[in-house]
Nanobody, 124 residues
Framework: QVQLVESGGGLVQAGGSLRLSCAGSGRTFSGYGMGWFRQAPGKEREFVISISANGRGTQYRDSVKGRFTISRDNAKNTVYLQMNSLKPEDTAVYYC?????????????????WGQGTQVTVSS
C-alpha cells in the first residue's frame, strides 16, 4: 500500500492555472501507474488523467486535452498535474491515485490507493 498526499489546490479565476502535487510514500512508487480523478458536488468521481510507471504512456479525459498535463518524478515519489486555461466546470475535489499495474489506466478499479483529495475552485 502506498500513502498519497495531494497539495496545490485552491481558488483561481477562469483562464488561470494551478499545479497539483501528489507525494507518495510506502510501497515502491516508480513501478506503478498514477492517475488523477475528480469529483464535483452531486456528481460521481470521474477520471481526469493518468501516466504509466515509466512516464511514456498517458491518458486524458477529452475535456482536459490541451489544457492539463501529467508528469512524474520517481526520484521524488511525486506526480504532478499542471492545469492551464481552467474553466468553472473544472471545479471539483481532485484525488491522486496509485495504480495496481505499470500501465496508465482510466478506470478507477485499476487503482489501489487514494489520497484524501484537494479542492480546486474555478470562479467565472
Amino acid at each position: 500500500q502506498v500513502q498519497l498526499v495531494e497539495s496545490g489546490g485552491g481558488l483561481v479565476q477562469a483562464g488561470g492555472s494551478l499545479r497539483l502535487s501528489c507525494a507518495g510514500s510506502g510501497r515502491t512508487f516508480s513501478g506503478y501507474g498514477m492517475g488523477w480523478f475528480r469529483q464535483a458536488p452531486g456528481k460521481e468521481r470521474e477520471f481526469v488523467i493518468s501516466i504509466s510507471a515509466n512516464g511514456r504512456g498517458t491518458q486524458y479525459r477529452d475535456s482536459v486535452k490541451g489544457r492539463f498535463t501529467i508528469s512524474r518524478d520517481n526520484a521524488k515519489n511525486t506526480v504532478y498535474l499542471q492545469m492551464n486555461s481552467l474553466k468553472p466546470e473544472d471545479t471539483a475535489v481532485y484525488y491522486c491515485a496509485a495504480g495496481k499495474y505499470p500501465q496508465s489506466s482510466n478506470t478507477a478499479r485499476d487503482y489501489g490507493s487514494w489520497g484524501q483529495g484537494t479542492q480546486v475552485t474555478v470562479s467565472s
